[in-house]
């Protein structure tokens, strides 16, 4: 399993070599499931309520 919040499209400028870094992403992802969750983050609720003054 592989996780990342970087879009497909930015994966290239983000490692710094966009040829290499599709060809990569093009070979992990043939066949692979891929699922795209949207909504707020979970961590992002979760740290607001731990660090939320009481």
């Avoid at 070979?27 to 607001?48: D, E, F, N």
Wanted: proline fraction near 6%; charged fraction near 20%.
């Amino acid at each position: 399993m592989i996780t990342t919040n970087i879009d497909f499209k930015q994966l290239g400028d983000y490692l710094g070599d966009p040829v290499i870094t599709t060809a990569t992403v093009d070979r992990m992802i043939h066949h692979s499931i891929i699922l795209t969750v949207k909504g707020p983050s979970w961590r992002l609720h979760q740290s607001r309520q731990l660090n939320a003054p009481k």
